[in-house]
Structure formats: C-alpha cells, structure tokens
C-alpha cells in the first residue's frame, strides 16, 4: 500500500541521515570499512539490515576503547544503549553498574529480595542488584534506598571495584 511504501521510505531516510551523522565521527579508514560491511537487503514488502564487524556504530574500530568494549560486550558483561548503539559518552545509572559489577566478578545470583525499597520486583535490575547487595559490593544509600534511575558517581564505582577486587583475593 503507499502508506506502507511511505513508511518504508521515512525508515530508509532516518536510517541514511543516522549512518551519515556517524559517518561524521569517524575516520576515512573506519568509513570505508563501514560501507563495505554495512548491508542493505530489501525485499518487497520486508526490510533487513544485517551489520558485520560494528557492533555499535557509535564505536568504531579505531576509538580507543574498542577492544576493551568489544571484549566486555561479547563475554556478556555490557550491552549497548540499544541493538546498534553503545552511547560512549553516556552515563551509568546505578543498577546498570550493579549488572556490570556481577556478571564480571561472580558465578551465583541471589535469590533475595527487598533489600531495597526502590528496587522494583520483577525489574530487570533486581536480580543483579541484590546479589551485589548479598555479597557486600553494595550497600545502597541508606534507609532501604539503593538509588534506582540515577547515575553512579566515581567514588561509589571506585568503592565497588575495589570490593570486587578483594572478593577475588587481590
């Protein structure tokens, strides 16, 4: 139909105006590289874009965290922001670090909760939060409050690896 037709050509427009709002950001290297293995396929009625050797767009092979990213993203530790973007420059809200604190530095996964008042049951976080509370990586921020939604300071990052350090005998 041309309302599909439409919406096909709107999500080809903003997809062309994202890859050259990246493009600007990168090397001539890492942009010829990018149009090689980014891939278009459509079909009649069906869009795919398959990309190969750019997890993130927003983190190309020669920014100067890409192994540490890469590494940490495929042993499962980090995600990005969405499907494609990993968001260098963003920041780490509380209970995502609690999920990063975890899945780098231990096996088990805690089956409390409550602990804190607003963590919320069932969230994606309770889980990964609790078990850090269950071994002493965190201690929240007093009166039951972990801090759910805001940004983890430097200090209270600081004070997680170092307790993450010393469970693993360091």
């Known amino acids: 139909s041309n309302t599909a037709q439409n919406g096909e050509e709107k999500a080809n427009k903003l997809f062309e105006d ?11 290297d890492d942009q010829e590289q990018m149009d090689i293995t980014v891939t278009k396929v459509k079909e ?12 993130f767009w927003d983190v190309p092979s020669s920014f100067w965290a890409y192994e540490s990213i890469a590494n940490l993203y495929n042993n499962g530790i980090i995600s990005g922001k969405n499907e494609y973007e990993f968001d260098p420059d963003g920041y780490i809200k509380r209970e995502e670090f609690a999920k990063i604190a975890v899945l780098a530095s231990l096996d088990v996964k805690s089956k409390n909760k409550g602990t804190f008042s607003d963590v919320n049951s069932g ?38 690896l170092d307790r993450i350090l010393a469970l693993k005998g360091s």
């Not at 009649?44 to 997890?55: F, S, V």
């Not at 976080?125 to 850090?132: D, G, L, R, S």
């Open 18 to 28: 994202h890859l050259e709002e990246i493009k600007k950001n990168m090397s001539q």
């Open 44 to 55: 009649p009625g069906e869009k795919e874009l398959t990309i190969k050797n750019y997890d």
């Open 123 to 160: 969230s994606w976080y309770e889980e990964y939060v609790e078990t850090a509370a269950e071994n002493a990586l965190v201690e929240g921020k007093g009166d039951s409050i972990f801090g759910v939604g805001e940004n983890i300071t430097r200090q209270d990052a600081a004070v997680i």
